[in-house]
C-alpha cells in the first residue's frame, strides 16, 4: 500500500504536464500514472499543478551570528510557505564557514531548525585551501567565492589561491559558485565617489559598472578551463557577463550560471521609488541588463533563478547613506508567486520554471536524482500550485524575521496551496505545518583529475 496518493493533479516536468497520480512510499516517488492502488492518504491535486520542490541555490540564513537578521528558523520556514524544499546556505556567517569544525558547528545549529532539506556551503579564503577536501568530506554541498566585497567583509583570495581552490575542486568532484566581480577595481570607483561626496542609492550602480563584472567572470572562467573544475557564476547580472559565460562554454570550459530574480524583475529606475532597499551586490541593473537575462533564459544559456535571499533588520534598510547601507533583502518565500505571475504573463512557460528552479539547480550541484524532479526514486518533494489564485504581497503576510520586500503591493497571480517534503506536508495556504524535519543533502561528486 502507498503511503500517499496524490491525484488528479497535472504533473510538470522539464519535458511537459501530464495529467497522472503521483504514488509516494517511504518519502520517495514509486509510482506515476493511473489506477495506483490504495494509500493511506489521499491528496487531492485536482485542478493544481504539481510541481517539484523549489530549490534555491543561494539564501542567507544568516546563522549562525548574525541571527538578529534572520535564523535558519525563520528562514526555512519561509522557504516551505513559499514552494522552496531545499535551500544551500551560503557561507559567510559569523564566524565564516571556513574550517571542517566550523562547518560541523553549523550543521549541529541549524539541523534541528531546518523546516526543509539543506546543503551547507564552505567558503575559499586566502589560507584556508587544507581545508577544502576536510569540509568536502563532512558533506559541503560546494564552496563560494567571493572575489568582490559583500556581507561579511570577507577578504577576496588572490588569483594564485583561486586556482589552486579550484584544482581542489576539481579533484574533489564539486562545484565553485563565484560572487564574480573585480573587487579592487571597485573599491578604487566607491573612493571616488565618496570623495565626490554621493552618498545617493545610485552612487552604488555606479561603483559596481558591467565591466567589474565580465572582467571577474573571464578571469574565473579563464582559471576554471585550466585547473577542470564547474565554475558556477552566482548572481549574473550584466549582458556583458552573459557574452563571458557564452564564450567560455564554447571554449569547453564546465561553467553554470544563475539569475537572481531581483536582477530579472528590477531596473535602475527603483533606486528612486525604493532607496537603498534595493541595495544588491552586484547592483540592480538598467533595463538592457535585465533585457539580456530574460534573452538568456529564452537561449537556455542561464542555468538557473535564484534568489540571494538575504535578510537585515528593518533599522538597517531604512539607512539612507549608501555607504553605511546593507546589501540584499529577503525573497525565498516569494520567488514562487513572481515567476508564476511571469507564467501568467506569457513570459516564461511551466516546464522553464521546473528546469530554471529545480532539474537545473540540482544537476550543477550534484543533488539529482534525489532532488529537482518527480521522477521515479527521487524523493517525493513537491508543491501544489493554483495557477489561477491571485494574491497582492505583504510582507505582513511573510514569515521572514524581517519581512521588508521591494515586492510589497505587487500583485501575483499563481500561488502554491500546500508544499510537501519527502511525503509530508509542510506547509498549506500559506501556514507551515508541524515541526521542523529537514535533513542535510550531501553533492553526487563527480571526481576528475586535477590539470
Same mark, same amino acid.
Given at each position: 500500500?502507498?503511503?500517499?496518493?496524490?491525484?488528479?493533479?497535472?504533473?510538470?516536468?522539464?519535458?511537459?504536464?501530464?495529467?497522472?497520480?503521483?504514488?509516494?512510499?517511504?518519502?520517495?516517488?514509486?509510482?506515476?500514472?493511473?489506477?495506483?492502488?490504495?494509500?493511506?492518504?489521499?491528496?487531492?491535486?485536482?485542478?493544481?499543478?504539481?510541481?517539484?520542490?523549489?530549490?534555491?541555490?543561494?539564501? %542567507?540564513?544568516?546563522?549562525?551570528?548574525?541571527?538578529?537578521?534572520?535564523?535558519?528558523?525563520?528562514?526555512?520556514?519561509?522557504?516551505?510557505?513559499?514552494?522552496?524544499?531545499? =535551500?544551500?546556505?551560503?557561507?559567510?556567517?559569523?564566524?565564516?564557514?571556513?574550517?571542517?569544525?566550523?562547518?560541523?558547528?553549523?550543521?549541529?545549529?541549524?539541523?534541528?531548525?531546518?523546516?526543509?532539506?539543506?546543503?551547507?556551503?564552505?567558503?575559499?579564503?586566502?589560507?584556508?585551501?587544507?581545508?577544502?577536501?576536510?569540509?568536502?568530506?563532512?558533506?559541503?554541498?560546494?564552496?563560494?567565492?567571493?572575489?568582490?566585497?559583500?556581507?561579511?567583509?570577507?577578504?577576496?583570495?588572490?588569483?594564485?589561491?583561486?586556482?589552486?581552490?579550484?584544482?581542489?575542486?576539481?579533484?574533489?568532484?564539486?562545484?565553485? #559558485?563565484?560572487?564574480?566581480?573585480?573587487?579592487?577595481?571597485?573599491?578604487?570607483?566607491?573612493?571616488?565617489?565618496?570623495?565626490?561626496?554621493?552618498?545617493?542609492?545610485?552612487?552604488?550602480?555606479?561603483?559596481?559598472?558591467?565591466?567589474?563584472?565580465?572582467?571577474?567572470?573571464?578571469?574565473?572562467?579563464?582559471?576554471?578551463?585550466?585547473? #577542470?573544475?564547474?565554475? %558556477?557564476?552566482?548572481?549574473?547580472?550584466?549582458?556583458?557577463?552573459?557574452?563571458?559565460?557564452?564564450?567560455?562554454?564554447?571554449?569547453?570550459?564546465?561553467?553554470?550560471?544563475?539569475?537572481?530574480? #531581483?536582477?530579472?524583475?528590477?531596473?535602475?529606475?527603483?533606486?528612486?521609488?525604493?532607496?537603498?532597499?534595493?541595495?544588491?551586490?552586484?547592483?540592480?541593473?538598467?533595463?538592457?541588463?535585465?533585457?539580456?537575462?530574460?534573452?538568456?533564459?529564452?537561449?537556455?544559456?542561464?542555468?538557473?533563478?535564484?534568489?540571494?535571499?538575504?535578510?537585515?533588520?528593518?533599522?538597517?534598510?531604512?539607512?539612507?547613506?549608501?555607504?553605511?547601507?546593507?546589501? &540584499?533583502?529577503? &525573497?525565498?518565500?516569494?520567488?514562487?508567486?513572481?515567476?508564476?505571475?511571469?507564467?501568467?504573463? &506569457?513570459?516564461?512557460?511551466?516546464?522553464?520554471?521546473?528546469?530554471?528552479?529545480?532539474?537545473?539547480?540540482?544537476?550543477?550541484? #550534484?543533488?539529482?536524482?534525489?532532488?529537482?524532479?518527480?521522477?521515479?526514486?527521487?524523493?517525493?518533494?513537491?508543491?501544489?500550485?493554483?495557477?489561477?489564485?491571485?494574491?497582492?504581497?505583504?510582507?505582513?503576510?511573510?514569515?521572514?524575521? %524581517?519581512? =521588508?520586500?521591494?515586492?510589497?503591493?505587487?500583485?501575483?497571480?499563481?500561488?502554491?496551496?500546500?508544499?510537501?517534503?519527502?511525503?509530508?506536508?509542510?506547509?498549506?495556504?500559506?501556514?507551515?505545518?508541524?515541526?521542523?524535519?529537514?535533513?542535510?543533502?550531501?553533492?553526487?561528486?563527480? %571526481?576528475?583529475?586535477?590539470?
Amino acid at each position: 500500500m502507498l503511503d500517499m496518493l496524490v491525484s488528479g493533479g497535472t504533473i510538470v516536468s522539464p519535458r511537459g504536464r501530464v495529467r497522472a497520480d503521483l504514488g509516494v512510499k517511504n518519502g520517495r516517488v514509486v509510482s506515476v500514472g493511473e489506477d495506483l492502488g490504495e494509500a493511506r492518504e489521499h491528496v487531492d491535486a485536482a485542478g493544481l499543478h504539481v510541481l517539484p520542490g523549489l530549490i534555491d541555490v543561494h539564501v %542567507h540564513f544568516r546563522d549562525p551570528g548574525m541571527t538578529a537578521k534572520e535564523d535558519f528558523g525563520s528562514g526555512s520556514t519561509a522557504a516551505a510557505v513559499g514552494g522552496v524544499t531545499t =535551500v544551500f546556505d551560503m557561507p559567510n556567517t559569523d564566524p565564516p564557514v571556513s574550517t571542517a569544525e566550523r562547518w560541523r558547528a553549523k550543521y549541529e545549529v541549524v539541523a534541528p531548525k531546518a523546516r526543509v532539506d539543506f546543503g551547507l556551503y564552505g567558503v575559499v579564503t586566502q589560507d584556508n585551501g587544507a581545508e577544502l577536501t576536510a569540509m568536502a568530506d563532512e558533506g559541503a554541498m560546494g564552496f563560494k567565492l567571493f572575489m568582490g566585497q559583500t556581507t561579511g567583509d570577507n577578504p577576496c583570495p588572490d588569483d594564485g589561491v583561486i586556482f589552486a581552490a579550484f584544482r581542489t575542486a576539481a579533484t574533489l568532484g564539486l562545484t565553485i #559558485g563565484a560572487h564574480a566581480e573585480n573587487n579592487a577595481v571597485l573599491q578604487l570607483l566607491k573612493r571616488e565617489l565618496r570623495a565626490a561626496g554621493r552618498t545617493d542609492p545610485r552612487a552604488h550602480l555606479e561603483s559596481r559598472p558591467a565591466f567589474i563584472e565580465a572582467e571577474a567572470v573571464s578571469r574565473a572562467a579563464t582559471l576554471a578551463a585550466a585547473a #577542470g573544475n564547474h565554475l %558556477h557564476i552566482h548572481h549574473l547580472s550584466t549582458r556583458e557577463g552573459l557574452q563571458r559565460v557564452v564564450q567560455a562554454r564554447a571554449l569547453g570550459t564546465r561553467i553554470s550560471c544563475e539569475a537572481l530574480i #531581483g536582477h530579472l524583475l528590477l531596473d535602475d529606475a527603483a533606486y528612486e521609488s525604493q532607496g537603498n532597499l534595493v541595495q544588491l551586490n552586484p547592483p540592480i541593473r538598467p533595463a538592457e541588463h535585465v533585457q539580456a537575462l530574460w534573452e538568456g533564459i529564452a537561449a537556455r544559456t542561464i542555468d538557473c533563478i535564484a534568489t540571494d535571499h538575504a535578510p537585515h533588520t528593518g533599522e538597517e534598510q531604512a539607512c539612507t547613506d549608501v555607504w553605511s547601507a546593507v546589501g &540584499g533583502f529577503i &525573497g525565498v518565500e516569494t520567488l514562487l508567486p513572481l515567476l508564476l505571475t511571469q507564467v501568467a504573463a &506569457g513570459r516564461l512557460e511551466l516546464e522553464q520554471l521546473v528546469q530554471l528552479t529545480s532539474a537545473g539547480p540540482a544537476a550543477i550541484y #550534484g543533488a539529482s536524482p534525489q532532488k529537482g524532479s518527480l521522477d521515479l526514486g527521487a524523493d517525493a518533494d513537491f508543491v501544489l500550485v493554483d495557477t489561477q489564485r491571485t494574491a497582492v504581497i505583504s510582507g505582513q503576510q511573510l514569515h521572514s524575521a %524581517h519581512p =521588508v520586500t521591494p515586492y510589497e503591493g505587487w500583485q501575483a497571480t499563481g500561488m502554491p496551496v500546500a508544499t510537501y517534503l519527502r511525503g509530508q506536508c509542510v506547509a498549506r495556504d500559506g501556514v507551515p505545518v508541524g515541526d521542523p524535519r529537514g535533513r542535510l543533502v550531501k553533492p553526487r561528486r563527480v %571526481h576528475r583529475a586535477t590539470a
